[in-house]
């Protein structure tokens, strides 16, 4: 009889009988758009023409020029804020009446109000959480249109240390379920025991029942191929569930497989109508830090490779798009990243359904600052009055993800500098705990002195992360006895994607002390070297920061700043520098040459990357590098003629030559048991005379309408070789079904606005980001230059 329930109530379920009764609708399209102070909004709002038309998400401060005049600064992008208005009209028809309609906002920044009907609904303050508002009790049903007003102000400035973005920026969501029905944030499902032969699932969720009804509540844990796995119900005595069951020889979710399951939780009632479904992914992993071993995953020893990122992408902003989201992870997972640490506020929803997906561990941080300021207008001034409810709302948003393991309640307190520090750690790591109790709770430091770390003392977290200051990294197992430790943020390595000064024979720190804003002797157009050998004066260079938390066994891992440069933040430069340099890849997506370092450290790939490019000065003493593994060493010929060999070091994660240029072929080849096992070749390339195109999109493909195409340009000489040393003009013009949506060539002082369709290229390479119109068909866009005209075409990707 159990099993024909089950499997009759799997049939109800798939075959849309209850669709109507519990859905969500995409929120996203027909929203009108006014940016307008009080005054201006009062004067045209019943004036359409005054409002433009915009999908969501949406960032109105990306699409300006760059300036000096905004009052963010350039460590805020260099762009404006302000405060705009969104507001749509739609219908709700007379059959969804009695029903519970709320509307949910995955983020927008950064105070958010909300009108439905000209009835105030409250207002939002943390500009990175999501949100939601029900609206049923004020809707018009059947005919009469409902209005949605939604007013967001980003005017206060500055209020970041980076760029935040304005606007309704994540996605929207309308949810329709029967007033008995799981509150989505009440429900937390977590694997208490896992292993190869058995897994345990344990759900505990809340019930909103205003009519005291008696139900059951029926389990359904469902495999990637469709197959029902394990089965459970349980008659409700109350408005809360704790229920367990298990599943024989489950497929565990690590960095390598990420075996994901579906869990269908249905309500019905007590003569077995269904009320509600809920479903949530959930995959069988178990975590554990080690004083000695550092990190744990199922069990196994597992170094932590991360990068930390920010939460723009790039010529987006702050728009999160997922297939963009997929880029950028994609980009990190070949490099051998299996961490992301999310800098320094809480995430898309979406980017943690990704690191699900994707196999990527998740250092998950809630906040920049408490109430000890870092900027005149940011997070401080709220924190007295939401921080627990907003410090709640993360964790119960974010629990179920198996990619989550840690929580970190803040990066760099100025309250770890006194008692308050001890007070408020313990508080909120305890709301942590009250809400989660299967993760570590931890906190990102940079007093390595016990006695005077106020965070540290209050003896609450249960993992200390440490920023920068390898120097300390022996000390930190005696100052901070019996705690498991990692490396939260390392290195701040400064470079230009392209740029190689000649090198020194110690790091440069621009600036060099904490006593200048900016670097006094750097480069006249504000680029880094890509050797890696400058850094901020905090941090130190990649090769370094890796090889000390590499030979350090306790150390559970390193989340290196950062894994792309982003916009805000551009140290050493003042304007018209204005986006950071410290990423491992450019704001373009692009990689850096130090990329490759990590790739032949934290992958088994065949890596062999050879720099600079080959165009010099007669005679010029040129630095040559290579970075490679799985050999003995290296070799070098400039023209045929070997220059010697060389390897890497215990102290030194490259292979290096001094050589003077002479134009021709430059060649390393690497050697693995006396034989040759790879080469790459730097030509000196002519004047640029051809564009090469080369579209991904393929792998960034999520199945949503938003997906985009990445046309990444090359410039060639007649040869076919890369042109580094002549960048030229270039125009995207959208063609058939393809729209551009912004251009980047990754430098990190070009001032044009990103959303505009020409763009200089950098070093020899640009960007554009297109959307087809209609994703199921083909689209192409032209390229337009001095060289002549390139057509690009766009091809949907082939379903299996």
């Known amino acids: 009889m159990t099993r024909f329930f089950f499997v009759l109530l799997?049939?109800?379920?798939?075959?849309?009988?209850?669709?109507?009764?519990?859905?969500?609708?995409?929120?996203?399209?027909?929203?009108?758009?006014?940016?307008?102070?009080?005054l201006q909004f009062r004067h045209v709002h019943v004036d359409d023409k005054q409002w433009k038309a915009v999908t969501l998400p949406h960032d109105w401060s990306i699409l300006s020029d760059f300036g000096a005049e905004f009052p963010a600064g350039n460590a805020g992008g260099a762009l404006p804020g302000g405060i705009a208005w969104y507001r749509k009209t739609f219908p709700i028809a007379t059959a969804d009446k009695g029903k519970h309609i709320t509307i949910h906002f995955d983020g927008a920044y950064r105070y958010t109000e909300v009108w439905i009907n000209g009835h105030y609904l409250g207002k939002h303050s943390n500009g990175y959480l999501s949100f939601s508002h029900e609206l049923s009790s004020y809707l018009h049903y059947g005919g009469k249109p409902n209005v949605l007003a939604v007013r967001v102000d980003n005017s206060q400035q500055p209020n970041s240390r980076w760029y935040s973005g304005s606007g309704i920026y994540r996605d929207v969501v309308l949810s329709y379920?029967?007033?008995?029905?799981?509150?989505?944030?009440?429900?937390?499902?977590?694997?208490?025991?896992?292993?190869?032969?058995?897994?345990?699932?344990?759900v505990r969720a809340s019930i909103a029942n205003p009519a005291n009804q008696k139900l059951t509540a029926a389990f359904s844990l469902i495999d990637d191929k469709g197959k029902v796995v394990a089965e459970s119900k349980e008659k409700m005595q109350d408005a809360a569930i704790d229920a367990i069951f298990s599943v024989n020889n489950p497929k565990l979710w690590d960095v390598s497989s990420p075996n994901l399951y579906r869990l269908q939780m249905t309500l019905l009632t007590a003569?077995?109508?269904?009320?509600?479904?809920?479903?949530?992914?959930?995959?069988?992993?178990?975590?554990?830090?080690?004083?000695?071993?550092?990190?744990?995953?199922?069990?196994?020893?597992?170094?932590?490779?991360?990068?930390?990122?920010?939460?723009?992408?790039?010529?987006?902003?702050?728009?999160?798009?997922?297939s963009a989201a997929k880029r950028q992870l994609l980009i990190?997972?070949?490099?051998?990243?299996?961490?992301?640490?999310?800098?320094?506020?809480?995430?898309?929803?979406?980017?943690?359904?990704?690191?699900?997906?994707?196999?990527?561990?998740?250092?998950?941080?809630?906040?920049?600052?408490?109430?000890?300021?870092?900027?005149?207008?940011?997070?401080?001034?709220?924190?007295?009055?939401?921080?627990?409810?907003?410090?709640q709302a993360f964790v119960k948003r974010d629990r179920n993800h198996p990619a989550v393991i840690m929580w970190s309640i803040g990066n760099e307190i100025r309250e770890q500098f006194d008692s308050t520090g001890t007070v408020l750690t313990k508080e909120m790591t305890a709301v942590v705990k009250a809400l989660d109790d299967t993760r570590p709770v931890t906190a990102a430091l940079t007093e390595t002195n016990y006695e005077k770390n106020f965070i540290a003392q209050a003896e609450a977290l249960d993992v200390l992360g440490f920023n920068y200051k390898f120097e300390d990294y022996d000390k930190l197992p005696k100052e901070f006895k019996g705690v498991p430790l990692i490396a939260s943020e390392t290195t701040s390595g400064l470079q230009t994607r392209g740029v190689y000064d000649a090198l020194h024979d110690t790091i440069q720190f621009w600036p060099a002390s904490s006593k200048d804003k900016f670097v006094t002797n750097g480069n006249p157009d504000f680029s880094v070297s890509a050797y890696d050998n400058v850094a901020a004066y905090w941090g130190t260079s990649h090769e370094r920061a890796w090889l000390e938390v590499k030979k350090r066994e306790f150390l559970?891992?390193?989340?290196?700043?950062?894994?792309?440069?982003?916009?805000?933040?551009?140290?050493?430069?003042?304007?018209?520098?204005?986006?950071?340099?410290?990423?491992?890849?450019?704001?373009?997506?692009?990689?850096?040459?130090?990329?490759?370092?990590?790739?032949?450290?934290?992958?088994?790939?065949?890596?062999?990357?050879?720099?600079?490019?080959?165009?010099?000065?007669?005679?010029?003493?040129?630095?040559?590098?290579?970075?490679?593994?799985?050999?003995?060493?290296?070799?070098?010929?400039?023209?045929?003629?070997?220059?010697?060999?060389?390897?890497?070091?215990?102290?030194?994660?490259?292979?290096?030559?001094?050589?003077?240029?002479a134009p021709g072929e430059l060649k390393v080849v690497k050697y693995r048991d006396g034989k040759a096992v790879q080469e790459q070749i730097r030509y000196t390339a002519g004047a640029a005379s051809q564009l090469k195109a080369e579209v991904t999109h393929d792998d960034f493909v999520t199945g949503d309408k938003t997906d985009l195409y990445f046309?990444?340009?090359?410039?060639?000489?007649?040869?076919?070789?890369?042109?580094?040393?002549?960048?030229?003009?270039?125009?995207f013009l959208s063609a058939d079904n393809a729209t551009i949506v912004g251009t980047d060539n990754g430098f990190q002082a070009d001032l044009r606005s990103l959303s505009s369709p020409q763009r200089k290229t950098f070093k020899g390479k640009a960007l554009a980001i297109v959307r087809l119109q209609d994703q199921t068909r083909a689209g192409s866009i032209r390229v337009k230059s001095k060289l002549g005209e390139l057509t690009v075409s766009l091809l949907p990707k082939k379903t299996e």
């Not at 046309?711 to 125009?731: F, K, M, N």
Request: proline content about 4%; hydrophobic content about 40%.
């Open 332 to 391: 990190m997972k070949d490099m051998g990243a299996n961490a992301i640490r999310t800098a320094h506020n809480p995430p898309a929803p979406a980017l943690l359904d990704l690191c699900d997906e994707l196999g990527i561990l998740v250092y998950n941080e809630a906040y920049d600052m408490w109430q000890k300021r870092k900027n005149k207008f940011d997070y401080h001034v709220d924190f007295k009055e939401h921080h627990v409810a907003d410090l």
């Open 177 to 202: 379920k029967d007033v008995t029905h799981f509150i989505p944030e009440e429900v937390f499902v977590s694997t208490p025991l896992v292993s190869k032969d058995e897994g345990t699932v344990r």
């Open 10 to 38: 799997s049939l109800l379920l798939s075959s849309g009988l209850f669709a109507q009764s519990n859905r969500q609708e995409n929120f996203n399209s027909d929203w009108r758009f006014l940016q307008a102070d009080e």
């Open 556 to 661: 559970g891992g390193i989340f290196v700043w950062t894994g792309f440069d982003y916009l805000g933040e551009p140290v050493p430069y003042p304007y018209p520098a204005r986006s950071s340099y410290y990423g491992i890849v450019d704001l373009a997506g692009f990689p850096k040459d130090v990329y490759y370092m990590y790739q032949s450290e934290w992958t088994e790939k065949e890596v062999l990357h050879l720099l600079p490019h080959w165009n010099w000065k007669a005679g010029e003493m040129v630095d040559v590098w290579a970075y490679y593994n799985q050999a003995d060493e290296v070799e070098l010929f400039l023209n045929g003629k070997s220059l010697g060999k060389s390897q890497k070091t215990a102290e030194r994660l490259h292979a290096t030559w001094q050589v003077a240029f």
């Open 711 to 731: 046309v990444e340009v090359q410039l060639q000489d007649v040869d076919g070789h890369a042109v580094q040393h002549d960048d030229i003009e270039l125009t």
């Open 271 to 322: 003569q077995g109508k269904v009320l509600n479904r809920f479903e949530q992914r959930i995959g069988f992993r178990s975590i554990a830090f080690d004083v000695h071993k550092g990190f744990f995953l199922n069990g196994q020893q597992l170094k932590l490779k991360g990068v930390c990122l920010h939460h723009d992408l790039g010529a987006l902003g702050a728009v999160f798009n997922k």
